[in-house]
């Protein structure tokens, strides 16, 4: 349970500054189980959920950057497959096409967003989602969200991937993007230093328990040897 906590304080504290990022939570859920008997009785376990409430909208002015106010991800395209992120820190690749710090080419109507050369009146998202480039509408941005947000798996790099249990992506009625803006990690730094210190305060604790355990033991050991 420990290392478990651990875990996840560390990922936290590691992401503070990471755009987008949602912190983990740890909590108890009642469950059935059954005895061999066919009866049923409730026990607690833990289980680990996403908290995807929204970050504080950092403005950055800068033309490729974006924020998702509301429920919904951003959909890329990387070698393992459709991935999604709230991460929007995206730039323009050699062929004009929207990627992601990585690299991965990030989509719009379902195909790779390509920004042709602006000549001086610049590049802007319109509030339903659709680029202009020198005042003509070149693509949109795809913005889905899933039936069952904590259905959905976790990966590195600030990415999640679909599941059976997240069910199939949809378009998001409600979210809406913010150019020029970043979605900051909606971990608490003070919050998560503290859970911290107190998780090492209960490693010690624990750690002192078991030395206690293992010096009676020891000494049980040898006054019975004595005894013999």
């Not at 409730?42 to 409430?53: L, N, P, Q």
């Not at 199939?168 to 009625?173: L, Q, V």
């Not at 859970?195 to 040898?222: H, I, W």
């Amino acid at each position: 349970m420990l290392e478990q906590k651990l875990s996840v304080l560390s990922n936290e504290v590691s992401n503070i500054k990471t755009p987008g990022f949602k912190r983990q939570r740890i909590t108890f859920e009642e469950y059935f189980l059954k005895q061999v008997d066919a009866t049923k009785r409730t026990a607690k376990g833990e289980v680990i959920k996403g908290d995807f409430s929204q970050g504080t909208l950092r403005e950055t002015r800068n033309p490729f950057d974006f924020a998702i106010e509301g429920e919904g991800f951003f959909v890329v395209q990387t070698p393992s497959g459709i991935r999604y992120t709230r991460a929007g820190n995206f730039s323009l690749n050699a062929q004009n096409q929207l990627v992601t710090q990585e690299g991965y080419l990030v989509l719009g109507d379902g195909a790779p967003i390509t920004l042709p050369d602006t000549t001086g009146k610049g590049i802007w998202l319109s509030s339903d989602g659709r680029f202009y480039v020198d005042e003509t509408d070149t693509a949109g941005i795809d913005i889905v969200t899933f039936k069952n947000l904590n259905g959905l798996k976790r990966l590195g790099g600030n990415l999640w991937e679909q599941t059976q249990a997240s069910g199939p992506p949809r378009p998001s009625e409600t979210a809406r993007v913010r150019q020029g803006f970043l979605e900051e990690s909606n971990t608490n730094p003070l919050e998560a230093m503290i859970n911290l210190v107190d998780l090492f305060r209960e490693y010690e604790a624990l750690q002192r328990t078991l030395k206690t355990q293992d010096e009676l033991d020891s000494k049980s050991a040898t006054e019975v040897g004595r005894v013999g």
